[in-house]
C-alpha cells in the first residue's frame, strides 16, 4: 500500500515559473525524501527533511513538511525545461510493516515547456 | 564508482521461463533492494536485504526469490515469470537500513511477460 500520495498527478508549466508538488501521508515518519525521474532513467534523490523540521532548501528546490497535517510539498523556483521529470516523495515510518524502508507514493508528472 | 548497475535493461519472457535480473553496487552498501515500477502505482518494495546472507519480504514478494552471498551483489529471480510481473524493476542500496540514507539507484530493467 502506499503511504505518500502526490497532488498534481501531472502539472504543465511555463519555464521560469514555479511549480509545487504536494505530498500526502498516512501514519507517523521518520523523514520524507524527494526523488526525480527523468523519463527512462532510475530515481535520483533530491533532498530529505526530518520529522522534526518544518523546512528546508536546496538550491532551486524548498521543502516544507507539516506532520500535523501529514502533508509536504516541493518547491520549485524558477523553472527549466531540464526539470522536466516525474517527482516522487518517499516517506520512512517509525514503525512500518517492512521496518524502516522507504515507501514511494504514485508520483508527480511535471513539464515545462520552454 | 559506477554506482548501482543493473542488467539486462530489457528482457522479453515468455508465461513459465524463469530469468535472474542481476544487480551490483561497488559503494560498499549495506542495505540493498528492489523494487517494480507500474504505471499509477510508483514503488513497490519486492525484498530487500541489509547484509549479506540477510534477506526479507517487502510489500510484493511472491513470484519472486532473492539471495544475498556478497556485499556486492543482490540478484532478482523470477521462478515461473507471468504477465502480470511485466513491469519496470530497479535495484536500489543505502549505506543505512533506509532510515534516514538517501537511496541510490540503478537505471532499471523493463521486463516484459508474453
Known amino acids: 500500500s502506499q503511504q505518500g500520495e502526490e497532488d498534481p498527478q501531472a502539472l504543465s508549466i511555463q519555464e521560469g515559473e514555479n511549480a509545487t508538488m504536494n505530498c500526502s501521508y498516512k501514519?507517523?515518519?521518520?523523514?520524507l525524501q524527494w526523488y526525480r525521474q527523468n523519463s527512462g532513467r532510475g530515481l535520483v534523490h533530491l533532498i530529505l527533511i526530518r520529522s522534526n523540521e518544518r523546512e528546508k532548501h536546496s538550491g532551486r528546490l524548498r521543502v516544507t513538511l507539516d506532520t500535523s497535517k501529514k502533508s509536504s510539498s516541493l518547491l520549485i523556483t524558477a523553472s527549466r525545461a531540464a526539470d522536466t521529470a516525474s517527482y516522487f516523495c518517499a516517506t520512512v515510518p517509525p514503525l512500518g510493516e517492512y521496518g524502516n524502508k522507504l515507501v514511494f507514493g504514485a508520483g508527480t508528472i511535471l513539464r515545462v515547456k520552454s | 564508482n559506477a554506482g548501482v548497475t543493473q542488467t539486462p535493461k530489457f528482457q522479453v519472457l515468455k508465461t513459465g521461463q524463469s530469468m535472474t535480473l542481476q544487480c551490483a553496487q561497488d559503494m560498499n552498501h549495506e542495505y540493498m533492494s528492489w523494487y517494480r515500477q507500474d504505471p499509477g502505482m510508483g514503488l513497490r518494495l519486492i525484498h530487500y536485504s541489509v547484509g549479506a546472507g540477510i534477506t526479507d519480504q517487502g510489500e510484493v514478494p511472491n513470484g519472486y526469490n532473492v539471495s544475498r552471498s556478497t556485499t556486492e551483489d543482490f540478484p532478482l529471480r523470477l521462478l515461473s515469470a507471468a504477465p502480470s510481473q511485466t513491469s519496470v524493476y530497479f535495484c536500489?542500496?543505502?549505506?543505512?537500513?533506509?532510515?534516514?540514507?538517501?537511496?541510490?539507484f540503478g537505471e532499471g530493467s523493463r521486463l516484459t511477460v508474453l
Open positions: 536500489a542500496s543505502s549505506l543505512l537500513q533506509g532510515n534516514t540514507g538517501e537511496l541510490f
Open positions: 501514519t507517523s515518519i521518520n523523514n
